[in-house]
């Protein structure tokens, strides 16, 4: 039988525990909606991200990163927060709720050891995250447009018409920061609009793809035999909206609009190069949550399937990690907080239910996660993507739809990385399910989630 332990490829990290690091700077880049292999450096045969697959090619890339509710503000709620969605009380995108006071959250943390904290983009949190308190702010509420962006420039500023590409304008003033950044170390999250919906490319990219064809994915004409109704009757078909109308057009879109996001995350380096600072920073870039690309002909995020789920990681710091390093672990988006406190010399809160990354940087054989809880709240709403969670293994994943009519899937991932075949109800599975449902309550429980 396969053996069951995470494989880890070609790894190369490294320092010497001895060896004494100064904190270093910190970006963070994200973009909106980048699945895991939406990027050239994943074997993508149609995107070119060269920026993107740099950090990567130069530092780690984390081939299971996960998101633990995928869905915009959710999941940004649990990057800022290292918390879990049920937790931190960002359950949803309806913009009820906001991050529960007293929740950590990290970029005050890192502000309070001395860093310079800036952020520039899409939080998609209630507040627009002007309730925090910033050494620059650049941000907007909501989804934003990509053309001719109302854009704040400060908690307090108004919003205010900039002329040009959302991301853009976005990374001018993200640069424009950096530069002025002298003795302090500094953080800067700077999170993209692209690739979200409804897509429009910068003008410079308006013919990119015109030749080509995109082609569909191998689960196009599956039909989702033996999946449930909550997956089956969800409202995320390609062809009902007006804007995912046609398949090719929709991915040529998306594709532009991540290469756009690239060329700024280029410009982005380029700077840190000229500031002398490149090799002091951690650079990071991740994906907010995942998206269906044509999988069962569909779109969008939210359920608990790998496309939807798994996300891009590649980050670069030489200072501990050295070139050339790919790992499956399964890392999470609330391991960021917990990381970059880490990397800064910050006490890591106990409150936060991420993990350092660190560990894995020094030894990527180290001891770390073997499951985690996926969680998804938004129901009833758009798209119809029924209440669930579900418990992630190396293996195995199950699904559970709690609320009436209760459904359930099973896949094994090894056997069945496409998940085909919902083992779900088959006699041979009885025991399997028991022990995942016994595991999941036993993470339920051990994240407050009651």
């Known amino acids: 039988m396969r053996r069951l332990l995470p494989l880890v490829l070609a790894v190369a990290f490294g320092a010497s525990p001895e060896e004494k690091i100064p904190r270093p700077n910190f970006v963070i880049l994200m973009c909106d909606d980048q699945r895991w292999d939406a990027m050239s450096i994943a074997g993508n045969a149609v995107i070119q991200t060269p920026h993107m697959d740099r950090i990567?090619?130069?530092?780690?890339?984390?081939?299971?990163?996960?998101?633990?509710?995928?869905?915009?503000a959710p999941s940004r709620a649990s990057i800022l927060t290292g918390t879990y969605s049920h937790t931190n009380g960002v359950i949803d995108n309806k913009g009820k709720l906001d991050i529960?006071?007293?929740?950590?959250f990290m970029p005050e943390l890192l502000q309070a050891a001395g860093y310079d904290i800036a952020f520039c983009g899409k939080s998609h949190q209630k507040s627009a995250l002007r309730d925090r308190k910033w050494d620059y702010y650049f941000g907007y509420k909501g989804q934003g447009r990509y053309r001719n962006p109302l854009i704040a420039e400060g908690t307090d500023g108004k919003d205010v018409e900039w002329k040009g590409w959302m991301?853009?304008?976005?990374?001018?003033?993200?640069i424009d920061w950096m530069k002025g950044r002298k003795e302090k170390p500094f953080c800067l999250f700077l999170f993209f609009k692209a690739c979200h919906r409804s897509w429009v490319r910068p003008e410079r990219l308006k013919d990119l793809y015109r030749d080509?064809?995109?082609?569909?994915?191998?689960?196009w004409n599956d039909a989702g035999a033996?999946?449930?109704?909550?997956?089956?009757?969800?409202?995320?078909?390609?062809?009902?909206?007006k804007d995912v109308a046609d398949y090719d057009k929709m991915m040529k879109d998306y594709y532009a609009t991540i290469v756009g996001a690239d060329e700024n995350v280029g410009r982005v380096l380029d700077t840190l190069t000229k500031m002398g600072k490149l090799d002091d920073t951690v650079v990071l870039h991740t994906g907010d949550n995942g998206f269906f690309l044509g999988e069962w002909q569909r779109f969008d995020k939210r359920f608990m399937h790998e496309p939807s789920i798994r996300v891009p990681l590649v980050v670069r710091y030489p200072r501990l990690i050295k070139p050339g390093g790919v790992s499956e672990r399964m890392v999470l988006n609330l391991d960021i907080a917990p990381t970059l406190l880490d990397l800064a010399g910050v006490e890591i809160p106990k409150a936060m239910q991420g993990r350092s990354w660190v560990p894995l940087f020094k030894?990527?054989?180290?001891?770390?996660?073997?499951?985690?809880?996926y969680e998804y709240f938004e129901y009833p709403a758009e798209h119809s993507v029924r209440k669930h969670r579900g418990i992630?293994?190396?293996?195995?994943?199950?699904?559970?739809?709690?609320?009436?009519?209760?459904?359930f899937e099973l896949y094994d991932l090894v056997?069945?990385?496409?998940?085909?075949?919902?083992?779900y109800g088959k006699p041979e599975s009885a025991t399997r399910v028991a022990e995942l449902k016994t595991r999941l309550e036993a993470l339920r429980k051990e994240t407050g989630d009651r």
Not at 168 to 174: G, I, L, P, R, S
Request: aromatic share 10%; charged share 30%; proline share 10%.
């Open 212 to 219: 080509i064809q995109v082609p569909k994915p191998a689960l």
């Open 415 to 423: 056997k069945d990385p496409a998940e085909k075949d919902n083992l």
């Open 56 to 72: 990567g090619r130069e530092g780690v890339v984390f081939k299971n990163m996960f998101v633990i509710n995928s869905l915009c």
């Open 363 to 373: 030894d990527p054989a180290a001891d770390f996660r073997k499951d985690w809880l």
């Open 100 to 104: 529960v006071p007293g929740t950590p």
């Open 226 to 241: 033996g999946k449930p109704d909550a997956f089956l009757k969800a409202d995320n078909r390609i062809g009902g909206f």
């Open 167 to 174: 991301d853009d304008v976005v990374t001018d003033k993200a």
């Open 392 to 407: 992630r293994t190396d293996q195995w994943k199950l699904i559970h739809y709690y609320e009436p009519p209760e459904e």
